[in-house]
């Protein structure tokens, strides 16, 4: 075998000085293909008496040679722009963060470092607005800065369903923020009333209702103080939503809540305890409703007010109300209340009612019934308390805050469609203005209903308009049209 290969390499650098340059020039081709040739035969034939392990092994070490090369990313990163992210797992190895390292003139700056630890790279200086594109600018300025891409990745569920911990909940770990935040914001400032809402979906679903909730809250109380109690509004994007309110001098602010402060030294400081520790079944209704059904039981006790839902339209002051509560529904013929609603709720501060409810949520609290918590609540404590002493608390009509029930508030967003359609949203127009404190929209059932041109809804909102101006009512007078078209119609 060598003396082939050995004599295949003499052929090709050529035998003697006699043969001519022609043929010189054609041998070293046909040379070349034969040594190939008997390489190639070499190699194969070297393999073939090689272990099956040993063919094993190589063809391992080729297929990882493989996947280094296409899988490796050469990054240009020196050490003295390495900023350590993970200092836990940088400790453990032995690396200590470079300090007073002089900035890079680089535009962005990398932190990476091996064996674990995160790697980011961030930029420090945006781009110059001038050099945007102008379809790049006007989202910008519609939608705000862009979202940093750790707030783009998929969050984790923040409670299980069926038992268990339940997970991303805690009682807080700065509760004298957020007293010290709220007992400044009252102090501060001249509050006729103080009034709570709360929100619980996320900032980008406030619309165009929840804003004419404020405007409507506003144009009847002008001194009130508010405070929105929610996390996704207590964001860049939620002052953004307030500032408007906060340029005409109205007072408001939005704070996440500090459920320790909150539910301390009440029965919700038990029942969220279990809650955490999975000892409480969320149940299938949204956990994060039924928060909001007793944080505004608690905001109410701790510091006494008026709490209203973010689908109520304020007509006229509350402020002459003290320890009130609505009913939905009543007796036509007893003139007795049938069901209470927690929608609108006005206490003094410690009521012992409020107490009552507060310890009737975490005693008999049922995450797999709409209601059990919230308006059938407040209508089990005090079909059992009322009457008693030591309670003193006054329950108005329907007519009040609930001048249309959830199963025909469609009437409210239609226009009319006749005379005796258009008669009849003349009366019941002028009746609630009348008669009612406030109008109950049931978000919850008319969220998804067009508010057309001409009905009760949109009358409200052109009369009782802060901001809002329509077309067709310049003036904020929306009766106008309502009352024309009933003279005039054919």
């Keep these: 075998m060598n003396q082939s290969l050995e004599g295949s390499f003499i052929s090709s650098r050529g035998g003697g000085g006699s043969s001519s340059s022609d043929d010189a020039n054609k041998k070293p081709p046909l040379s070349l293909s034969l040594c190939y040739h008997n390489l190639e035969r070499f190699v194969l034939d070297g393999l073939s008496v090689l272990p099956t392990s040993v063919l094993a092994l190589l063809l391992l070490l080729l297929l990882s040679y493989n996947v280094l090369v296409m899988f490796s990313v050469d990054v240009d990163v020196s050490f003295s722009d390495v900023q350590l992210m993970s200092l836990p797992v940088a400790e453990k190895q032995g690396i200590s963060p470079v300090q007073g390292e002089p900035e890079s003139s680089s535009t962005q700056s990398s932190s990476c470092s091996s064996s674990g630890v995160m790697c980011a790279v961030k930029e420090d200086d945006p781009p110059d607005v001038s050099e945007m594109p102008p379809e790049v600018l006007q989202r910008v300025e519609k939608f705000g800065p862009p979202i940093a891409e750790s707030y783009l990745r998929k969050p984790r569920r923040s409670r299980k369903r069926r038992g268990g911990r339940v997970q991303g909940m805690s009682f807080g770990t700065q509760p004298r923020v957020f007293a010290s935040r709220v007992h ?16 619980i979906s996320s900032a980008e679903s406030f619309g165009d209702r929840e804003v004419f909730a404020l405007e409507s809250l506003f144009r009847s109380h002008r001194d009130a103080c508010l405070v929105i109690i929610s996390s996704s509004l207590d964001t860049e994007l939620g002052k953004r939503i307030i500032n408007p309110f906060l340029d005409k001098a109205y007072r408001v602010i939005c704070v996440s809540p500090n459920f320790e402060y909150l539910f301390r030294d009440t029965h919700a400081e038990t029942w969220f305890r279990k809650l955490i ?13 039924n928060l909001s059904n007793l944080l505004r039981l608690v905001l109410l006790y701790k510091f006494g007010g008026i709490y209203l839902d973010f689908d109520m339209i304020a007509l006229r002051s509350f402020i002459g109300l003290r320890n009130v509560i609505g009913a939905q529904t009543m007796d036509v013929e007893t003139r007795n209340w049938t069901r209470l609603n927690n929608a609108v709720l006005i206490f003094d501060k410690n009521h012992p009612l409020l107490f009552q409810f507060i310890q009737e949520f975490a005693l008999t609290f049922n995450g797999n019934k709409w209601g059990h918590n919230g308006p059938y609540l407040v209508s089990r404590v005090v079909s059992r308390v009322i009457g008693k002493p030591g309670y003193d608390f006054s ?9 249309v029930d959830w199963t025909r508030v469609q009437s409210m967003f239609k226009s009319a469609t006749s ?11 002028g009746r609630i203005l009348k008669e009612s ?50 003279l005039h119609w054919e």
Excluded at 395 to 403: E, G, V
Excluded at 447 to 469: A, H, W
Aim: proline letters at 7%; a positive charge; hydrophobic letters at 40%.
């Design 277 to 289: 520790d999975g000892k409480v079944r969320p149940g299938e209704v949204s956990l994060g409703q």
């Design 419 to 429: 005379r005796a359609h258009s008669e009849w949203l003349y009366r019941k127009y």
């Design 184 to 199: 400044s914001f009252f102090q501060n400032q001249t509050c006729s009333v103080r009034i709570f809402m709360t929100w």
């Design 437 to 486: 404190y406030g109008v109950h929209l049931w978000n919850k059932h008319s969220r998804n209903i067009t508010i057309e041109r001409g009905s009760i809804v949109d009358l409200l909102m052109s009369k009782f308009c802060i901001f809002y101006q329509p077309p067709v009512y310049p003036n904020c007078i929306g009766f106008v049209w309502l009352a024309h078209a009933l």
């Design 395 to 403: 329950i108005l009509p329907p007519s009040a805050f609930y001048p």
